[in-house]
């Protein structure tokens, strides 16, 4: 079943009550010019178990300590936001399987070189999705991404992903002029800044599940990095958020912003339709595949991990 993404923007008070996530809001509860009959509807409940991801947007949010345990008890990524209404923090349960401490086991005693060829295959795979982007979103094929995508060899020590992405972006977006992909740049980088968020949530979230390491990465070793491997995992899922963002970009025009519709079309990240083992699929079902077979990589079940092709 795929898990419902909530997003909080306004003032809101969240409890637990009989395994239900109860939500209350303020503003409605205390307007005295509104009629009973509408304040007592402002109290609405979700059950626990269909979350997948918590967005809390607002400085006057409420969550009480009884919510916040049964949300990451049910696996639910809880996403906090900065004042400027971006991602700034992520909590996540200190377990999700029932055999965490040989997953972690098998998970650190992975080889050095085991890890280079599985970074391989994910550079690789990420590359020609980029290029399936570009085909789609110029209508034209590009050639030299799917050479860079062949000749990435273990461990990608010519850093061709590097190389691919110069292009891939200076492509995708060509009539912004010189446009890099930056943090701080200009839009879209903060449409992609907001989808990538989401989407570390969800991977992050699918590592726990099939009980990982988030901070253990493949590739990315950044010490001040809680989330190493998640930002390892998801790069292949990348090409997915810039479509819908080249999509949002072509529609809002050059100076986009992080409205509300925006955010919503953003949050829907987990319900992108994606090509997996040659089904189609949710992305946040599609992540919990790619997790699960990375595991079956640790293990010695499998030598490539499942990731998603365009």
């Not at 992050?204 to 998640?230: D, E, Q």
């Not at 986009?256 to 519709?261: A, E, G, Y």
Request: charged fraction near 20%; hydrophobic fraction near 40%.
């Amino acid at each position: 079943m795929i898990k419902k993404t909530l997003y909080f923007g306004n003032p809101a008070y969240l409890s637990l009550r009989n395994a239900q996530l109860v939500i209350k809001l303020p503003e409605v509860e205390n307007n005295d010019s509104l009629p009973e009959a509408m304040k007592r509807r402002s109290e609405v409940t979700k059950p626990i178990e269909d979350l997948g991801v918590v967005v809390l947007d607002n400085k006057q949010i409420t969550i009480t300590s009884g919510a916040m345990e049964a949300l990451l008890e049910n696996n639910c990524a809880l996403i906090t936001c900065d004042s400027k209404s971006m991602p700034v923090g992520l909590m996540l349960p200190l377990y999700g399987n029932t055999t965490q401490n040989e997953r972690f086991r098998e998970q650190l005693a992975a080889s050095l070189p085991l890890k280079k060829q599985l970074w391989q295959q994910t550079i690789q795979i990420k590359i020609n999705n980029q290029a399936a982007v570009l085909s789609i979103c110029t209508k034209e094929e590009s050639k030299c991404m799917r050479i860079w995508a062949n000749d990435v060899r273990s461990g990608d020590p010519d850093n061709l992903e590097a190389r691919a992405a110069a292009y891939y972006w200076k492509t995708l977006f060509a009539d912004i002029n010189g446009f890099t992909r930056d943090r701080e740049g200009v839009p879209p980088n903060n449409l992609l800044n907001y989808g990538y968020a989401i989407l570390r949530a969800v991977v992050a979230r699918g590592l726990v599940t099939s009980g990982l390491l988030p901070t253990l990465g493949i590739h990315h070793h950044n010490r001040y990095n809680a989330y190493c491997l998640a930002d390892d995992i998801m790069e292949p899922y990348r090409p997915y958020i810039d479509k819908l963002v080249f999509d949002l970009y072509n529609q809002y025009g050059e100076n986009v912003s992080l409205t509300k519709d925006i955010k919503a079309a953003l949050l829907s990240i987990p319900t992108i339709e994606v090509r997996i083992n040659k089904k189609r699929s949710p992305l946040m079902v599609a992540v919990g595949q790619t997790t699960a077979s990375l595991y079956k990589c640790f293990s010695g079940e499998l030598r490539r991990i499942v990731y998603p092709e365009f």
